[in-house]
């Protein structure tokens, strides 16, 4: 399994790469779970980090907009990002969440560089009033993307467990990869809840709160980033 750890900065983004981090995942979270930082955020770390592992950008929760969320693909791709990731926040359809990520692949798809295109709906979509993880395996597949990602809308330290059950996240996995996609599960995940990862089987799963000692706000710390690596392998 792979471990993608999401920094802020460039210092954290050392952190997370000397740690053992798979992919490194420049976000903002200040603009929310899937906050989007600024191109030079971006560029600076695809230039700290170089070729040794691949660099993902979030592009932010959105609401119903496909225009701006392609462009925020393109953006983050030509940045360098070799992941974009998007988070359908407040998606009330199916043909919703498709126009927003066929938009995206559709954007990306003749850049120099493609980027894997990562969709992402969120274990308490009840709570944030949008789409059911469930269903993104199928309309991901219909629209290009590589892989979908379960992670949590709310950062209040809720944890993904507490909306899904072991037996859903594996169904999500299962049919992911029965539609030819990747997949990555996070959402304030805990040191106790590795063994049920490990049953899950997600080729990915993302972190941040873990590595920060807890507490998402403060700084990601390389030695729980190398004990967290440890216990995945
Ligand atoms: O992409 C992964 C997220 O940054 C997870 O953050 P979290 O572990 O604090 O919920």
Redesign the pocket.
């Known amino acids: 399994m792979k471990l993608?750890v999401?920094p802020i900065n460039n210092e954290e983004a050392i952190s997370a790469l000397k740690g053992g981090a798979d992919i490194i995942?420049v976000?903002n979270p200040k603009e929310g779970s899937l906050g989007a930082n600024f191109p030079g955020v971006i560029k600076g770390v695809k230039d700290t980090v170089g070729k040794q592992k691949p660099i993902s950008a979030a592009l932010g929760d959105f609401n119903y907009k496909p225009g701006t969320a392609a462009l925020a693909a393109y953006g983050a791709a030509a940045a360098g990002a070799d992941y974009v990731k998007i988070g359908l926040y407040d998606i009330q359809t199916e043909e919703q969440a498709y126009e927003m990520l066929a938009g995206i692949t559709e954007a990306v798809r003749t850049m120099d560089n493609v980027p894997k295109v990562v969709a992402c709906a969120y274990s308490d979509y009840a709570r944030i009033n949008s789409i059911d993880p469930a269903l993104l395996p199928a309309i991901g597949a219909k629209a290009g993307v590589d892989l979908v990602m379960v992670?949590?809308g709310v950062?209040d330290g809720r944890s993904t467990f507490e909306f899904l059950n072991e037996a859903q996240l594996k169904d999500f996995v299962e049919k992911a990869h029965a539609n030819g996609l990747e997949t990555a599960l996070?959402?304030?995940?805990k040191f106790d809840d590795i063994e049920a990862i490990k049953n899950i089987k997600p080729d990915i799963l993302?972190?941040?709160?873990?590595v920060c000692g807890g507490d998402?706000s403060t700084s990601i710390k390389q030695e729980l980033v190398e004990q967290l690596r440890a216990r995945l392998s």
């Open positions: 993608l999401s995942d976000k992670d949590t950062k996070a959402g304030s995940i993302g972190v941040r709160g873990i998402r």
